[in-house]
């Protein structure tokens, strides 16, 4: 537990050194700029929710990529896999490191905007669970390529691809299978936070889909990483 709990330390000076956190920083900014300088528009909320979507997965699927392809650029892994340290504490510690990250910009927004007045359970828990999902994303684009542009023409696509959920959240479609995809209770909790009314089901089976669909991804990613990044360093 203690070496974990340094992996994440050393997380977070790497994001730190790397101005990563500075720019995530900016990039919240830039949202919670835009978003109140349209904030007395009607029906605004569906827009909050978008931004809060967004700010997360960006920062899961593109700055873990980032962080992972700039440590490879340095020689950084093949010397860091030959130690002792577990690689299951190597990506999630980039993972919950990154999650807080987009946690705590997505709340900054938040609060700047709303104040208090969100059930910050859901929205933690969507916050969160929205940016490991595509903290996963990011990890798994990044075991087949290790450059940036090619990095980048292939995360996008598959943002877009998980990100379809939100055609059904803004009434431009309305097709029953996005509700198994793995970013729709994420989605939900995200949108619940905002609403004091929502039944209690709807509730459980968004946390249900996230605590399955989490450990299913990390599986397959952690096989996929091991497989074609640590073993090939």
Request: proline share 5%.
């Amino acid at each position: 537990m203690k070496s974990f709990i340094t992996q994440i330390r050393w997380q977070f000076v790497i994001l730190y050194k790397n101005n990563l956190i500075a720019i995530s920083i900016a990039v919240t900014a830039i949202y919670a700029l835009i978003f109140y300088l349209i904030k007395d528009l009607p029906n605004v909320e569906p827009f909050l929710t978008l931004l809060i979507y967004i700010d997360p997965a960006i920062i899961g699927l593109f700055f873990i990529g980032l962080s992972v392809i700039m440590e490879h650029n340095e020689n950084v892994l093949p010397a860091l896999f030959v130690t002792p340290v577990s690689y299951h504490h190597y990506l999630l510690s980039k993972i919950i490191a990154l999650s807080i990250v987009g946690w705590a910009c997505a709340s900054g927004m938040t609060l700047a905007i709303l104040g208090f007045d969100v059930q910050w359970l859901h929205f933690s828990a969507g916050v969160f669970f929205t940016c490991i999902i595509f903290s996963l994303l990011g990890l798994f684009v990044v075991s087949f390529t290790t450059e940036f542009l090619s990095f980048m023409l292939r995360s996008i696509p598959l943002m877009l691809t998980f990100s379809l959920p939100l055609f059904n959240y803004f009434g431009l479609s309305d097709i029953s299978l996005f509700q198994f995809s793995p970013i729709q209770g994420p989605l939900d909790l995200t949108v619940f936070s905002f609403d004091t009314q929502t039944e209690i089901w709807p509730i459980i089976w968004a946390y249900l889909s996230s605590i399955i669909w989490i450990p299913l991804l990390y599986f397959v990613v952690y096989r996929t990483f091991v497989k074609r990044i640590i073993k090939a360093s």
